[in-house]
């Protein structure tokens, strides 16, 4: 099943709700006139909220490990709103709370 393909300026989070910013989008391709994010792109968390006893396994850093199988952006695939995503250095998961809808890939 496909899935929107993230961009520079969509709206993504760790889990615990620190904002997660691209490091180097790909742009050479745009959706909705923002460059496209592929999987090997890592991201830059910052303002974890993870508690404080555990606050040594904060969010730092996160990347998408599954994207698209079918459409590739420099030869990578493209990192997918509904791909398999991790932080470091403890293993949550980022959320995408808002990103474009009207380009899909598989």
Same mark, same amino acid.
């Given at each position: 099943?496909?899935g929107?393909?993230l ?6 989070t760790c889990?615990h709700?620190?904002p997660a910013?691209p ?14 994010v592929?999987?090997?792109?890592p ?8 508690p404080?006893p ?5 969010c ?7 994207g698209s199988?079918? *459409?590739?952006a $420099?030869?990578r695939? +493209?990192? @997918?709103?509904?791909? %398999?995503?991790?932080c *470091?250095?403890? $293993?949550?998961?980022? +959320?995408? @709370?808002?990103?474009q %809808?009207?380009v899909t890939?598989?």
């Amino acid at each position: 099943m496909g899935g929107a393909i993230l961009h520079l300026g969509a709206s993504i989070t760790c889990s615990h709700g620190g904002p997660a910013t691209p490091s180097a989008p790909y742009a050479r391709v745009t959706v909705s006139g923002r460059p496209v994010v592929t999987v090997a792109v890592p991201y830059a968390i910052d303002y974890c909220n993870l508690p404080a006893p555990a606050a040594a396994l904060r969010c730092t850093a996160g990347e998408w490990l599954q994207g698209s199988t079918r *459409v590739f952006a $420099g030869g990578r695939p +493209l990192a @997918l709103d509904n791909g %398999t995503s991790m932080c *470091v250095p403890n $293993g949550a998961a980022m +959320l995408v @709370l808002e990103c474009q %809808t009207r380009v899909t890939a598989l």
